[in-house]
């Protein structure tokens, strides 16, 4: 099925999709944290289930959509996105009653919208107040801002104040290079519950993480669930930073090789449209070959991609077959129709319900 199937198109290694869903539940055990994987990196039912099944306790999203799809699955859903515009929050109010949802926000603003979609349909939702630790996107930056919007949060009948969230997504320095970062993080972190404390405020939930300080989280403190999405098949960051090793990789581009008129590379049907072309990693580049990690791919237009071939001697011919490790996995993911889950001998065609900002439809072309 793989021999045949058109390419570009992105391809799942289920078992090590599954050995990678076991490590980060095994770390978390062994350290007390709960695992709440971000979907933002899979959008997909079935990877979600493997995630649940595996004991993921509950979701994190970041869109209506992905909260739609996701609630078919699970009743525990983090939206670790601040919901403003459209009808973004009618939407979430609408999900199953069954479902706990919790929100994260940054200001009275949002509060305030959260607070009257949640009262027009007599829902009850829990609230993180979101804190920036370093980042500089979202988030709090002091701990009497972040005590403020916890006490108006606590005021308000229809809301529940369940703790705070944050994104340590400054952090991403090669994992043994990590301590004085996370130092800064912890103390930064004391200062807020130090606060919250005082205020009688105590965060019952501490919502944080990443994959880049994935198997550092223990040493974050006061930190309750990590909410890291990468990790289920890592990327050339990952590897880069040393948080995976070239056996967890499990999601690549599959591509063919289209032409060799130019001595010294090969043009392949993956452009940016299929890899996305974000720089990261380290170094230059936008991937690898998978079972050539020394072949680049150099270079990018929309469908095409330039494999440098200087560091090799492996010469292909048009029509050969290639499998590409892009730089950043979840954009790759996201301009895929589908996936490729490959387990062994075995191929089947996995949808990705959760891609796209439309409603979801639990029936018909969506249906899992
Ligand atoms: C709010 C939030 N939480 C969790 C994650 C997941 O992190 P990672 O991509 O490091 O796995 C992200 C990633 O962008 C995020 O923005």
Not at 1 to 17: F, S, W, Y
Not at 236 to 263: F, K, W
Not at 294 to 303: A, G, H, N, P
Not at 323 to 335: A, E, F, G, Q
Request: with cysteine; charged share 20%; proline share 5%.
């Amino acid at each position: 099925m793989l021999r045949a199937c058109e390419t570009p198109v992105g391809v799942i290694d289920l078992p090590r999709v599954r050995a990678n869903i076991e490590r980060v539940l095994t770390y978390c055990s062994d350290h007390g944290i709960t695992w709440r994987p971000h979907v933002k990196t899979h959008k997909s039912v079935r990877l979600a289930r493997l995630q649940l099944e595996a004991g993921a306790p509950g979701l994190t999203v970041a869109t209506p959509r992905e909260a739609e799809v996701m609630a078919t699955l699970t009743d525990d859903l983090l939206v670790a996105y601040p919901v403003v515009g459209g009808n973004k929050l009618e939407r979430l109010m609408a999900l199953p009653g069954s479902v706990r949802l919790m929100i994260g926000l940054d200001s009275s603003d949002v509060l305030a919208m959260v607070r009257s979609a949640a009262s027009a349909t007599h829902r009850s939702v829990r609230v993180l107040v979101e804190i920036d630790v370093g980042l500089r996107r979202v988030g709090l930056q002091t701990p009497a801002e972040a005590v403020r919007l916890a006490e108006e949060i606590s005021e308000s009948t229809e809301l529940e104040y369940a703790g705070i969230m944050f994104y340590p997504g400054h952090i991403r320095s090669s994992q043994a290079k990590q301590a004085a970062d996370l130092a800064v993080l912890g103390g930064l972190l004391q200062s807020f519950y130090d606060a919250l404390d005082t205020a009688g405020l105590s965060p019952s939930v501490v919502s944080g993480g990443s994959t880049p300080t994935l198997w550092r989280s223990h040493e974050i403190p006061g930190l309750t669930e990590i909410r890291p999405g990468t990790c289920i098949f890592f990327d050339r960051e990952g590897l880069a930073i040393d948080v995976a090793q070239p056996g967890h990789l499990a999601y690549s581009v599959l591509a063919t090789v289209v032409s060799r008129a130019v001595s010294g590379q090969a043009v392949v049907d993956a452009g940016s449209k299929a890899l996305a072309k974000e720089a990261r990693g380290g170094d230059d580049g936008f991937g690898f070959l998978l079972d050539r990690p020394e072949v680049l791919v150099e270079s990018l237009s929309e469908e095409h991609g330039i494999l440098d071939l200087s560091a090799t001697d492996w010469r292909p011919t048009v029509g050969d077959r290639v499998r590409i490790v892009p730089n950043h996995v979840c954009v790759s993911v996201n301009l895929q129709d589908h996936l490729m889950a490959v387990d062994g001998e075995h191929v089947e065609v996995w949808p990705l319900e959760a891609r796209g900002r439309g409603p979801y439809q639990a029936t018909g072309e969506n249906s899992d």
